[in-house]
């Protein structure tokens, strides 16, 4: 690693710092509240700041290394924790792999909840990130960190938030529908190219995995920004690979049957089952 390209960092580090105490500084003088005010904005530009990635094992590993080297030595701080990447690195994909794992292979599990789908999302956009992006992050997350012990929360402050409860116990509606099903994105995906291939398209040959993706996230009604960051091609990439023995899953494969059945598109159904039998037949041997 050439250490000389990332002599930048504090200054980075100093930019956000400067920016993001600017701003807030200015929006307290403008408020009526100033002590309301100072508690807002100190949730929104250091303790939420939304380019700081939260609920990220991999992000909190890194971000612990990088306090650890700045305690031991905060001028090389940064090229130490690069120097280690690959050890956060292998430690959120274990992580993430075993959490494929449970929901993979045994397919009497429950199905994934919408929030352990994008957390898993948010762990493999995170990997896919160039150290370049990373350093960027990791001077953000300094800056906030810095700002945070400059201004002191005031914890007596109660801020509004339009995250709470709309309804109380008293006033809440209760409803008797019951959801009938529930899919998941992996199924989704799967789904979808079993469509693509009995039209007799094919992932890799008749189009890029960045063209698969992108026509999932129409379906998904999902917004784009850099398809190859994209959470769901990670997700697309290990869902095709077909000649990965936990991927596509028994579970997935059983889920999206009946739809196909009850369309009566015996081509898919067919396919579908070649699928099922060859895994089921996997399972006897081991």
């Given amino acids: 690693m050439e250490l000389r390209k990332y002599n930048d960092f504090d200054v980075q580090v100093d930019e956000f710092y400067n920016q993001l105490k600017t701003n807030y500084l200015s929006q307290i003088e403008l408020a009526k509240d100033k002590e309301y005010a100072k508690a807002f904005?100190?949730?929104?530009?250091?303790e939420r700041n939304v380019n700081v990635p939260k609920d990220s094992f991999?992000?909190?590993?890194?971000?612990k290394l990088l306090v650890?080297?700045?305690?031991?030595?905060p001028?090389?701080?940064?090229?130490?924790t690069l120097d280690q990447l690959h050890l956060a690195r292998e430690r959120a994909e274990f992580v993430l792999n075993t959490a494929f794992d449970v929901y993979d292979v045994d397919s009497r599990s429950e199905p994934m909840s919408f929030m352990q789908e994008e957390v898993l999302e948010k762990e493999l956009y995170l990997l896919e990130l160039d150290i370049p992006e990373l350093v960027n992050l990791l001077a953000i997350y300094l800056a906030t960190k810095r700002l945070m012990a400059e201004f002191p929360k005031n914890e007596t402050v109660e801020l509004?938030?339009?995250e709470a409860p709309?309804?109380?116990?008293?006033t809440s509606?209760?409803?008797?529908a019951k959801v009938s099903a529930r899919f998941t994105e992996s199924q989704q995906v799967l789904a979808i190219h079993f469509l693509f291939e009995s039209l007799g398209i094919q992932a890799r040959r008749d189009y890029s995995l960045s063209a698969y993706a992108r026509f999932t996230h129409l379906i998904a009604r999902r917004e784009i920004t850099v398809i190859e960051n994209s959470p769901k091609h990670s997700m697309i990439k290990r869902l095709l690979n077909f000649k990965d023995e936990k991927h596509p899953s028994l579970k997935d494969l059983k889920a999206i049957l009946p739809y196909f059945k009850d369309m009566r598109l015996d081509g898919?159904?067919?396919?579908?089952?070649k699928e099922i039998k060859f895994k089921e037949d996997e399972n006897k041997k081991k």
């Fill in 68 to 73: 650890h080297h700045y305690r031991l030595n």
């Fill in 166 to 170: 709309l309804l109380t116990d008293k």
């Fill in 75 to 80: 001028e090389m701080a940064i090229f130490n």
């Fill in 160 to 162: 509004f938030s339009l």
């Fill in 268 to 273: 898919i159904v067919a396919n579908i089952n």
């Fill in 58 to 63: 991999f992000f909190d590993t890194l971000t």
């Fill in 173 to 176: 509606f209760k409803s008797n």
């Fill in 41 to 46: 904005f100190y949730s929104q530009y250091f």
